[in-house]
């Protein structure tokens, strides 16, 4: 029987699943999804203040479309012979999706690095709830003014008083100049101090050093610098962009047997940019890699990847939030009504359970606008 094998259980790997089952229809093809986690974590949202909360189980997703499910984590994988190697056992395949995810760059040398928390993962959102759990006038430092570190300084700033350094000249800077105003206030807002061109560079017991050598209380330093795709892509191929991702095309074939999706992936999405390390590309790239697997097997047409606008909203605790079109992310809402559509988005990644039918439908919704989102910068005018 011919069998397709995704890799990695995030959104990437759990889409790429259903749209594999998609496109298998009745047809007689196995599909197995290969990743060590029980549970589809919900990295947009480890951010909020009970992260155990951010996870759906991976069974109640597998099980309704007959999609097994091998719980090990894959070390090798060779292109040559189509197998991989996944805790020590063999696992063959005649199409892989690889949906492995990216991690966070861990800095080197760091005097007390061990000390770093960060909410990367689920294990790593919770070990920092924990400790900030008995103490709730906490200071804390934040390091990266991008989009995970304003998320979680601004939801930080609830429980204590909060630092934020980047080593850059401009509060998110990669955000662009669009929204900056808007942050800049949200931060002066919630008493959340920012310190620009400026990182950690010790971490103790209770302090942190800054670069300028400024020496801070801080009974926690969360690190939110830089992402990289896993590791897996070099096993695939030798042509990496900057952030370790395989190009591919608008099938998301990498290799004639290999396709990619989510943060592994460096896709079109237009002919100026490829998509971003981020949930709401990851999930379309997962439906299409899988069904574009399935597919290929079993001689039926292939999808291209077609994305939808791109948006950004990004979290600012208690001063609301903000939504962005556009490359350029210009200002759509803010405040009030950034932070409801903030939390419809947060529901709306949620995959649905137990229910072949919906989770396969869901599948075949590769591109679609959701209808909360405003169209009109006027419409957030007196909200902001």
Known sequence: MAHVVIVGGGFAGVWSAAGA??????ADLRITLVAPNEHLVLRPRLYEPAPDLAKVELARILRPIGVEHVRSEVTEIDTGSRMMVADGEEIGYDRLVLAAGSKLVRPRGLPGGDRLFDIDDLAGALRLTEHLRARPDCSVVVVGAGFVGLEAATELAARGRVLLVDRSEAVGEHLGPGPRKEIEAALDQLGIEYRLGTT???VGDGFAVLSDGTKVAADAVVWSVGMTA????????????HLGRIPVDRQLR????????GDVAAAPFDAEHTVMQACQHATPLGKVAGYNAAADLLGKPLRDFTPGPYVTCLDLGGAGAIFTRGWDREVMATGAQGKDIKKRINQAIHPPVDDAAKILAAADRVSI???FFPREPENAASTA
């Open 369 to 371: 606008e959701l209808p």
């Open 200 to 202: 950690v560079t010790e």
């Open 230 to 241: 896993s590791e897996l892509t070099r096993q695939i191929s030798d042509r990496l962009d």
């Open 21 to 26: 089952a998609l496109a298998r229809g009745d």
């Open 254 to 261: 990498a290799t004639p047997e290999v396709f990619a999706a």
